[in-house]
């Protein structure tokens, strides 16, 4: 399971959980600062990645195209990198099971 984090999130984020999520990137890590949210859809469609954004046009996109890629729709409004990263934490388990279910396409966390 390798997340993409949206401009939005932390790039310090994917090393702070490469335990669970090995492999994971921060849109900056390949060259994608300010990107159109198309562009950044397709890369984590063509590179097997989960995008984790708190952008509700990510979940707007899952709506249209559906899957893949999955989106992980982060609804924490103003918050710290630690609490995302104890959110990923804690939810795990659930991101698991939406990774594996191919019938769904979007995973909203509060």
Not at 6 to 13: I, M, T, V
Not at 33 to 49: G, H
Not at 64 to 85: A, D, H, M, Y
Request: charged letters at 25%; proline letters at 5%; one cysteine or more.
């Amino acid at each position: 399971m390798k997340l993409l984090f949206d401009e939005n999130l932390s790039p310090a984020l994917s090393g702070r959980i490469a335990d669970l999520f090995p492999n994971s990137l921060h849109v900056r890590d390949v060259g994608m600062k300010a990107t159109d949210d198309p562009v950044v859809w397709n890369y984590a469609k063509d590179n097997d990645f989960m995008i984790v954004s708190k952008d509700a046009d990510m979940h707007d996109l899952s709506l249209v195209f559906g899957n893949p890629p999955k989106v992980i729709w982060l609804r924490l409004g103003n918050c710290s990198t630690r609490q995302v990263e104890e959110l990923l934490r804690r939810d795990f388990e659930v991101i698991k099971l939406f990774y594996e279910d191919d019938s769904v396409s979007l995973l909203a966390l509060p």
